[in-house]
Protein backbone atom coordinates (compact mmCIF):
# COMPACT_ATOMS: atom_id res chain seq x y z
CA UNK A 1 0.00 0.00 0.00
CA UNK A 2 1.39 3.37 -0.86
CA UNK A 3 0.68 7.43 0.58
CA UNK A 4 2.07 10.42 -0.42
CA UNK A 5 3.99 11.88 2.00
CA UNK A 6 4.67 15.49 1.68
CA UNK A 7 8.45 16.34 2.42
CA UNK A 8 10.48 19.63 2.73
CA UNK A 9 11.30 19.34 -0.90
CA UNK A 10 7.67 19.73 -1.47
CA UNK A 11 8.35 23.61 -1.46
CA UNK A 12 11.16 22.55 -4.37
CA UNK A 13 8.20 21.14 -6.29
CA UNK A 14 9.22 17.75 -5.52
CA UNK A 15 7.27 14.38 -4.27
CA UNK A 16 8.10 11.23 -2.60
CA UNK A 17 6.22 7.91 -2.25
CA UNK A 18 6.85 5.82 0.90
CA UNK A 19 6.21 2.40 0.82
CA UNK A 20 4.48 1.30 3.56
CA UNK A 21 5.74 -2.30 5.18
CA UNK A 22 3.20 -5.20 4.42
CA UNK A 23 1.14 -6.08 7.50
CA UNK A 24 2.01 -9.19 9.45
CA UNK A 25 -0.27 -12.12 9.53
CA UNK A 26 -0.38 -11.86 13.24
CA UNK A 27 -1.56 -8.72 13.22
CA UNK A 28 -4.01 -8.94 10.84
CA UNK A 29 -5.73 -12.06 12.70
CA UNK A 30 -5.47 -9.54 16.16
CA UNK A 31 -7.27 -6.57 13.87
CA UNK A 32 -9.63 -9.57 12.17
CA UNK A 33 -10.49 -10.88 16.13
CA UNK A 34 -11.53 -7.29 16.53
CA UNK A 35 -13.90 -6.96 13.84
CA UNK A 36 -15.56 -10.03 15.09
CA UNK A 37 -15.69 -8.95 18.47
CA UNK A 38 -17.16 -5.36 17.56
CA UNK A 39 -19.44 -7.16 15.39
CA UNK A 40 -20.56 -9.50 17.83
CA UNK A 41 -21.63 -7.05 20.16
CA UNK A 42 -25.17 -6.84 21.19
CA UNK A 43 -26.86 -2.93 20.36
CA UNK A 44 -27.15 -0.97 23.46
CA UNK A 45 -31.05 -1.15 24.21
CA UNK A 46 -30.87 0.39 27.14
CA UNK A 47 -29.70 3.28 25.12
CA UNK A 48 -32.81 2.95 23.09
CA UNK A 49 -34.16 2.91 26.14
CA UNK A 50 -33.54 6.11 27.68
CA UNK A 51 -33.99 7.66 24.55
CA UNK A 52 -37.60 6.61 24.18
CA UNK A 53 -37.96 7.56 27.63
CA UNK A 54 -36.94 10.98 27.37
CA UNK A 55 -39.18 11.10 24.35
CA UNK A 56 -42.21 9.85 25.49
CA UNK A 57 -41.96 11.64 29.13
CA UNK A 58 -40.20 14.91 27.81
CA UNK A 59 -44.03 16.95 28.66
CA UNK A 60 -44.34 14.44 31.61
CA UNK A 61 -45.57 15.42 35.05
CA UNK A 62 -47.58 14.21 38.54
CA UNK A 63 -51.02 11.96 36.56
CA UNK A 64 -49.10 12.49 32.96
CA UNK A 65 -50.49 9.37 30.99
CA UNK A 66 -48.47 9.20 27.60
CA UNK A 67 -50.57 9.35 24.72
CA UNK A 68 -51.49 5.55 23.69
CA UNK A 69 -48.85 5.31 20.69
CA UNK A 70 -46.26 6.28 23.17
CA UNK A 71 -47.04 3.88 25.66
CA UNK A 72 -46.99 1.13 22.43
CA UNK A 73 -43.64 2.05 21.39
CA UNK A 74 -42.24 2.14 24.81
CA UNK A 75 -43.83 -1.55 25.74
CA UNK A 76 -42.27 -2.38 22.60
CA UNK A 77 -38.98 -1.70 23.56
CA UNK A 78 -39.11 -3.09 27.00
CA UNK A 79 -40.62 -6.45 25.88
CA UNK A 80 -38.07 -7.19 23.87
CA UNK A 81 -34.92 -6.32 26.55
CA UNK A 82 -33.23 -9.33 27.98
CA UNK A 83 -30.97 -10.02 31.06
CA UNK A 84 -27.98 -9.97 28.80
CA UNK A 85 -28.48 -6.20 27.54
CA UNK A 86 -28.42 -4.58 31.40
CA UNK A 87 -25.61 -6.94 32.07
CA UNK A 88 -27.13 -9.61 34.32
CA UNK A 89 -27.01 -13.39 34.44
CA UNK A 90 -28.77 -15.76 37.00
CA UNK A 91 -25.88 -16.84 38.73
CA UNK A 92 -25.40 -12.88 39.89
CA UNK A 93 -24.84 -13.13 44.40
CA UNK A 94 -28.08 -10.79 44.18
CA UNK A 95 -29.99 -13.86 43.04
CA UNK A 96 -29.21 -16.12 45.53
CA UNK A 97 -31.01 -17.40 48.57
CA UNK A 98 -29.50 -16.02 51.93
CA UNK A 99 -30.57 -16.87 55.54
CA UNK A 100 -32.68 -14.58 57.06
CA UNK A 101 -35.38 -12.46 55.03
CA UNK A 102 -34.90 -12.07 51.09
CA UNK A 103 -32.24 -8.94 50.92
CA UNK A 104 -33.76 -7.66 47.57
CA UNK A 105 -30.87 -5.41 45.10
CA UNK A 106 -31.97 -2.48 43.41
CA UNK A 107 -30.03 -1.42 40.43
CA UNK A 108 -30.30 2.34 39.61
CA UNK A 109 -29.32 2.97 35.50
CA UNK A 110 -31.20 6.66 35.94
CA UNK A 111 -33.62 9.39 36.84
CA UNK A 112 -34.25 13.21 36.26
CA UNK A 113 -37.13 15.03 36.98
CA UNK A 114 -39.46 13.16 34.28
CA UNK A 115 -38.78 9.72 34.88
CA UNK A 116 -36.39 7.12 36.24
CA UNK A 117 -34.92 3.41 35.21
CA UNK A 118 -34.09 1.10 37.64
CA UNK A 119 -33.42 -2.98 38.40
CA UNK A 120 -34.86 -4.99 41.27
CA UNK A 121 -33.07 -8.00 41.89
CA UNK A 122 -35.21 -10.49 43.77
CA UNK A 123 -34.01 -14.18 45.38
CA UNK A 124 -36.42 -16.73 45.75
CA UNK A 125 -39.11 -15.73 48.06
CA UNK A 126 -38.63 -12.33 48.03
CA UNK A 127 -41.12 -9.78 48.45
CA UNK A 128 -41.74 -6.20 47.50
CA UNK A 129 -45.27 -5.44 49.65
CA UNK A 130 -47.79 -3.60 48.23
CA UNK A 131 -47.37 -0.04 47.53
CA UNK A 132 -48.48 2.83 45.41
CA UNK A 133 -47.65 4.85 42.53
CA UNK A 134 -49.25 8.28 43.45
CA UNK A 135 -49.37 10.28 39.92
CA UNK A 136 -47.24 8.34 37.93
CA UNK A 137 -47.44 5.80 35.04
CA UNK A 138 -45.34 2.65 35.42
CA UNK A 139 -43.91 -0.27 33.18
CA UNK A 140 -42.76 -3.13 34.77
CA UNK A 141 -40.52 -5.54 32.37
CA UNK A 142 -39.86 -8.76 34.08
CA UNK A 143 -36.72 -9.91 32.70
CA UNK A 144 -36.61 -13.69 33.71
CA UNK A 145 -37.67 -15.54 36.84
CA UNK A 146 -41.38 -16.54 37.67
CA UNK A 147 -43.38 -14.20 40.58
CA UNK A 148 -46.68 -13.54 41.00
CA UNK A 149 -48.45 -9.66 40.62
CA UNK A 150 -51.42 -8.48 42.87
CA UNK A 151 -52.58 -4.97 42.08
CA UNK A 152 -55.38 -2.78 43.10
CA UNK A 153 -57.59 0.42 42.46
CA UNK A 154 -59.54 1.82 44.60
CA UNK A 155 -62.39 0.98 44.36
CA UNK A 156 -64.78 3.67 42.45
CA UNK A 157 -67.69 1.35 41.77
CA UNK A 158 -68.95 1.10 45.49
CA UNK A 159 -69.77 4.01 47.90
CA UNK A 160 -66.95 5.34 49.63
CA UNK A 161 -67.45 3.87 53.37
CA UNK A 162 -68.13 5.41 56.00
CA UNK A 163 -68.48 4.55 59.58
CA UNK A 164 -72.58 4.65 59.35
CA UNK A 165 -71.95 2.00 56.76
CA UNK A 166 -69.47 -0.48 58.22
CA UNK A 167 -70.49 -3.30 60.22
CA UNK A 168 -71.12 -2.26 63.89
CA UNK A 169 -69.32 -5.69 65.20
CA UNK A 170 -66.15 -4.96 63.62
CA UNK A 171 -63.46 -2.38 64.14
CA UNK A 172 -62.60 -0.19 61.73
CA UNK A 173 -58.89 0.68 61.43
CA UNK A 174 -57.97 4.16 60.36
CA UNK A 175 -57.73 5.11 56.70
CA UNK A 176 -58.95 2.06 55.62
CA UNK A 177 -60.66 2.22 52.34
CA UNK A 178 -61.71 -0.57 49.85
CA UNK A 179 -59.93 -1.61 46.71
CA UNK A 180 -60.69 -3.39 43.57
CA UNK A 181 -58.40 -6.30 42.63
CA UNK A 182 -56.84 -5.68 38.97
CA UNK A 183 -54.47 -8.36 38.95
CA UNK A 184 -53.98 -11.40 40.52
CA UNK A 185 -51.78 -13.84 38.75
CA UNK A 186 -48.12 -15.47 38.16
CA UNK A 187 -46.07 -13.98 35.57
CA UNK A 188 -43.35 -16.16 34.08
CA UNK A 189 -40.49 -14.81 31.83
CA UNK A 190 -40.72 -14.25 28.94
CA UNK A 191 -44.34 -12.07 29.35
CA UNK A 192 -45.52 -8.93 28.19
CA UNK A 193 -44.58 -5.80 30.11
CA UNK A 194 -46.63 -4.87 32.64
CA UNK A 195 -48.43 -1.29 32.83
CA UNK A 196 -49.99 0.66 35.33
CA UNK A 197 -51.37 4.22 35.36
CA UNK A 198 -52.07 6.94 38.30
CA UNK A 199 -55.51 5.71 38.61
CA UNK A 200 -55.93 2.32 36.72
CA UNK A 201 -53.85 -0.66 36.18
CA UNK A 202 -53.43 -1.43 38.87
CA UNK A 203 -51.77 1.07 40.29
CA UNK A 204 -51.46 -0.16 43.88
CA UNK A 205 -49.40 -3.63 43.49
CA UNK A 206 -46.94 -6.46 45.66
CA UNK A 207 -44.56 -8.55 43.93
CA UNK A 208 -43.63 -11.94 44.90
CA UNK A 209 -40.95 -13.88 43.71
CA UNK A 210 -41.40 -17.72 43.07
CA UNK A 211 -37.78 -17.88 41.48
CA UNK A 212 -34.66 -15.56 41.22
CA UNK A 213 -36.39 -12.73 39.12
CA UNK A 214 -35.26 -9.19 37.85
CA UNK A 215 -38.21 -6.32 37.18
CA UNK A 216 -36.81 -3.44 35.22
CA UNK A 217 -38.86 -0.45 36.09
CA UNK A 218 -39.57 2.48 34.41
CA UNK A 219 -41.50 5.40 36.64
CA UNK A 220 -42.80 8.38 35.21
CA UNK A 221 -42.39 10.93 37.30
CA UNK A 222 -40.42 8.81 39.62
CA UNK A 223 -41.29 9.46 43.46
CA UNK A 224 -40.21 12.52 45.05
CA UNK A 225 -41.25 13.34 49.02
CA UNK A 226 -40.95 16.82 48.18
CA UNK A 227 -43.40 17.24 45.58
CA UNK A 228 -45.80 14.58 47.22
CA UNK A 229 -45.22 11.45 45.45
CA UNK A 230 -44.29 9.55 48.57
CA UNK A 231 -44.23 5.93 48.55
CA UNK A 232 -46.93 4.67 50.82
CA UNK A 233 -47.65 1.03 51.68
CA UNK A 234 -50.54 -1.11 52.90
CA UNK A 235 -51.95 -3.67 54.73
CA UNK A 236 -54.36 -6.24 53.28
CA UNK A 237 -58.04 -7.30 54.80
CA UNK A 238 -60.30 -9.58 53.12
CA UNK A 239 -63.97 -7.78 52.26
CA UNK A 240 -65.41 -9.95 54.85
CA UNK A 241 -63.00 -8.09 57.47
CA UNK A 242 -65.47 -5.09 57.56
CA UNK A 243 -68.47 -5.59 56.47
CA UNK A 244 -71.07 -2.87 55.67
CA UNK A 245 -74.63 -2.92 54.87
CA UNK A 246 -75.91 -5.28 51.77
CA UNK A 247 -77.20 -2.07 49.98
CA UNK A 248 -73.87 -0.20 50.14
CA UNK A 249 -71.33 -2.94 48.70
CA UNK A 250 -70.68 -4.99 46.07
CA UNK A 251 -73.19 -8.26 45.14
CA UNK A 252 -71.91 -11.28 47.31
CA UNK A 253 -70.36 -13.06 43.75
CA UNK A 254 -68.39 -10.20 43.43
CA UNK A 255 -66.71 -9.45 47.22
CA UNK A 256 -63.62 -12.05 46.67
CA UNK A 257 -62.14 -9.31 44.17
CA UNK A 258 -62.76 -6.57 47.00
CA UNK A 259 -60.10 -5.68 49.23
CA UNK A 260 -59.87 -3.28 52.30
CA UNK A 261 -55.90 -1.84 52.11
CA UNK A 262 -54.71 0.07 55.16
CA UNK A 263 -51.86 2.39 55.16
CA UNK A 264 -49.04 0.88 56.79
CA UNK A 265 -45.92 3.09 58.73
CA UNK A 266 -43.83 0.41 59.15
CA UNK A 267 -42.95 -2.54 56.76
CA UNK A 268 -41.12 -5.26 58.70
CA UNK A 269 -38.28 -8.24 56.59
CA UNK A 270 -38.11 -5.62 54.37
CA UNK A 271 -34.34 -4.97 53.03
CA UNK A 272 -33.96 -3.30 50.07
CA UNK A 273 -29.86 -2.54 49.20
CA UNK A 274 -28.26 -0.84 46.07
CA UNK A 275 -25.36 -2.05 43.99
CA UNK A 276 -23.22 -0.69 41.19
CA UNK A 277 -25.21 -0.80 37.85
CA UNK A 278 -22.58 -2.40 35.76
CA UNK A 279 -24.82 -2.42 32.43
CA UNK A 280 -24.03 -1.01 29.70
CA UNK A 281 -23.77 2.89 30.02
CA UNK A 282 -26.55 5.72 29.33
CA UNK A 283 -25.34 8.90 27.29
CA UNK A 284 -27.31 12.01 28.05
Known amino acids: MRIAASLIEEEKGQQEYIELPAESSSKKRGKNRKRQ ?3 AMPPNVV ?3 FDTCKEVFATG ?3 YVPPPADVER ?3 VLDGMKPADVGLTQDMPYFKKTRGSPLITYLHLYECDNFSIGIFC ?3 SGVIPLHNHPGMTVFSKLLFGSMHIKSYDWATDVPRITQENLNPTHCQPPGIRLAKVQVDSVFTDPCNTSILYPAAGGNMHCFTALTSCAVLDVLGPPYND ?3 RHCTYYQEFPYASFAGD ?3 MPK ?3 RDGYWWLEEKEKIENLVVVGAPYRGPRIVE
Open 74 to 76: LRL
Open 122 to 124: LPP
Open 61 to 63: GPG
Open 37 to 39: KKA
Open 252 to 254: EEE
Open 226 to 228: AAG
Open 47 to 49: QKL
Open 246 to 248: EES
